[in-house]
């Protein structure tokens, strides 16, 4: 075996490792349920600091503003523009969104998409946030008999989780369910006092459980072990942290959060006597890719991918960057590789004749020919046996093995093979 690894190529990785920390841009832009107990987003600020995140704030909440008066108040519209913010977080009037589905269709809608196409305006990357707030402690008693629903919590509850779903799924955004982690608390644990006491605006636990759903929904991790104020004991807190992410994680689809990760990779392949590269494009969830093949040349390349061949001058070391771009270029990664370009003892005309075909594997399977009953081993590139076991019906299974570049050996001969 030892001779089959001396003829591969050598690849040396310098990746470019992925910071832990996080930093968002986040703009709020509500009314007194916002700014309440110093602000939902000064206190998201400090849990993401305590979480070792990064988060920019700023918020224009005036007392009781609609989404129809944010359309028109030149500080709203100001700060959408003083920026690329990555988040612009909407709450509309608490009331508004629980009224009838006519009237909230007459009196919301039209303002949210009017918010959120000065945010798309400004830059495209945006993503509009809708603050599902959470109902009067015991129902809208002065809209009660025009709208039975807002008799009761839970009626007004249902009411405002409809709408802000509604108007998320309209303006292709995403949604905060504050108001939905804010039932479970009262259901599980009613002792939590969520209210001020005027049955209406948030406590410092309700503030508290604002900001760590916000954690959750926008950095889409756990604030379960995040700073808190002093004004909430570490038991309570605790409790919200973890009803807070359990009811983003649970529904994301309900929430519209994606949380696909965009992975960058490529490997190696020489399958020529001269200095001709094949790069295997393994990265995942990008629309497009750009190669830097530290020659001084580089190429585009767009999904779905497959071999990127690249010509070198000469033999040698050479620093290969991929960057792949998600999200219509929203979002990107890189990653590099010194990766030494040489003759391998690989050919074409091994890769034609060898009766191992396909190459790559599709559809997970390797057909062989004049190797009926045979054993075979698989190997990584780093020599670890993958696997080892007969030929059957002129079919390698490799359905379960990882995407990647493997050494079939079938005798005394050696293949490689990308799966």
């Given at each position: 075996?030892?001779?089959?690894?001396?003829?591969?190529?050598?690849?040396i990785s310098c990746l470019?490792?992925?910071?832990?920390?996080?930093t968002k841009s986040v703009l709020f832009?509500?009314?007194s349920y916002t700014y309440y107990n110093g602000g939902v987003d000064q206190v998201l600020k400090q849990i993401a600091t305590s979480k070792g995140d990064i988060v920019e704030v700023q918020s224009n909440s005036p007392s009781g503003y609609t989404f129809e008066n944010h359309c028109t108040n030149l500080t709203s519209l100001n700060?959408?523009?003083?920026?690329e913010?990555?988040?612009?977080?909407?709450?509309?009037?608490s009331q508004l969104p629980s009224f009838s589905p006519a009237q909230v269709a007459l009196e919301s809608y039209p303002y949210a998409k009017i918010l959120c196409d000065s945010i798309r305006s400004n830059s495209v990357c945006t993503t509009p946030v809708f603050f599902i707030t959470w109902g009067r402690e015991n129902g809208d008693a002065g809209n009660c008999a025009s709208y039975t629903p807002l008799c009761t919590y839970e009626g007004m509850q249902w009411r405002l989780r409809q709408s802000y779903v509604e108007m998320a799924e309209l303006n292709n955004g995403i949604v905060?369910?504050?108001?939905?982690?804010w039932k479970s608390i009262r259901d599980n644990y009613p002792t939590i006092d969520l209210y001020q006491s005027d049955e209406s605006h948030p406590s410092n636990n309700g503030?508290?459980?604002?900001?760590c759903t916000f954690y959750a929904t926008i950095f889409n991790k756990s604030p379960e072990g995040a700073a808190f104020p002093t004004t909430v004991d570490a038991t309570t807190a605790g409790i919200l942290q973890t009803a807070a992410w359990a009811i983003v994680n649970d529904s994301l689809d309900i929430w519209l959060i994606d949380t696909t990760t965009l992975r960058v990779d490529f490997q190696l392949l020489q399958l020529t006597k001269n200095v001709s590269a094949y790069f295997y494009n393994i990265s995942e969830n990008a629309d497009s890719c750009y190669w830097e093949f530290g020659d001084g040349e580089a190429q585009w390349q767009y999904s779905p991918f497959d071999m990127m061949v690249h010509a070198y001058p000469e033999v040698g070391n050479y620093d290969v960057c991929l960057t792949g771009y998600g999200y219509n270029g929203c979002t990107s990664k890189t990653i590099c590789k010194t990766e030494y370009i040489s003759v391998t003892g690989f050919d074409n005309s091994i890769a034609k004749n060898s009766n191992i075909f396909p190459n790559p594997v599709k559809n997970g399977t390797i057909q062989i020919t004049n190797h009926k009953e045979q054993n075979y081993s698989l190997y990584s590139t780093d020599g670890k046996?993958?696997?080892?076991?007969?030929i059957k019906n002129d079919i390698i299974d490799v359905s379960d093995v990882k995407a990647g570049v493997y050494i079939l050996v079938i005798g005394d001969k050696s293949y490689k093979i990308v799966i």
């Open positions: 075996m030892k001779n089959i690894f001396t003829i591969l190529l050598i690849s470019v490792i992925a910071q832990e920390t996080q832009l509500g009314n700060y959408i523009k003083s920026r913010w990555d988040y612009v977080v909407l709450q509309e009037q905060a369910p504050v108001g939905m982690v503030t508290y459980l604002a900001a046996q993958i696997r080892n076991s007969l």
